[in-house]
T-cell receptor
């Protein structure tokens, strides 16, 4: 079974702090993703990575950066946390697209509160 | 730009009834995914639909894909309380690795 883990289930940070969210997958997947989920807005893609050290902006990258130094690990960084970044953050990974299938496997999520 | 719309966004139904959730998308795609999310939990894959006319069934849920109409349906048969969850459809964006998600349909099944 694919396993995607996230470093924290719940996190409370103060405005202006630098925040690191970690995601690890154990299935040797090339692709990894960070989403945020907000009520009424569904899932919105922040960044994704298709290989080590490779990244691409998603729909809402402002205020975020990412790091992928190893294939299994994808980190989301909030450079200076703000209250509007309070949200549920979901990490996902997908294999390289066997027969064009990019099914994504999700981690348990991190609920971040910025006060 | 690919847009994915689900309806209804909220669905309250009684046990034993049937209903359908619709997922429309705006540009050509042959791949569509359905996910389930329980409250406070993450997303769990339900179905992967890979071509026009694809139909998948598991238990009381059946999903289908009509790529010509750019429409997928998730049909619920004889609903039970355990099916209460939020259901998302997601469509591949232009053959890339990225998925675009609908806003989700929150299903509540009442006894």
């Amino acid at each position: 079974d694919v396993k995607v883990t996230q470093s924290s289930r719940y996190l409370v940070k103060r405005t202006g702090e630098k925040v690191f969210l970690e995601c690890v997958q154990d299935m040797d997947h090339e692709n990894m993703f960070w989403y945020r989920q907000d009520p009424g807005l569904g899932l919105r893609l922040i960044y994704f990575s298709y290989d080590v050290k490779m990244k691409e902006k998603g729909d809402i990258p402002e205020g975020y950066s990412v790091s992928r130094e190893k294939k299994e690990r994808f980190s989301l960084i909030l450079e200076s946390a703000s209250t509007n970044q309070t949200s549920m953050y979901l990490c996902a990974s997908s294999p390289p697209g066997l027969a064009g299938v990019y099914e994504q496997y999700f981690g348990p999520g991190t609920r971040l509160t910025v006060t | 730009e690919l847009k994915v719309e689900q309806n209804p966004l909220f669905l309250s139904m009684q046990e034993g009834k049937n209903y359908t959730i619709y997922c429309n998308y705006s540009t050509t795609s042959d791949r569509l995914y359905w996910y389930r999310q329980d409250p406070g939990k993450s997303l769990e894959s339900l179905f992967v639909l890979l071509s026009n006319g694809a139909v998948k069934q598991e238990g009381r849920l059946m999903a289908s894909l009509d790529t010509k109409a750019r429409l997928s349906t998730l049909h619920i048969t004889a609903a039970v309380h355990d099916l209460s969850a939020t259901y998302f459809c997601a469509v591949e964006q232009g053959g890339s690795e990225k998925l675009v998600f609908g806003k989700g349909t929150k299903l509540t099944v009442n006894p």
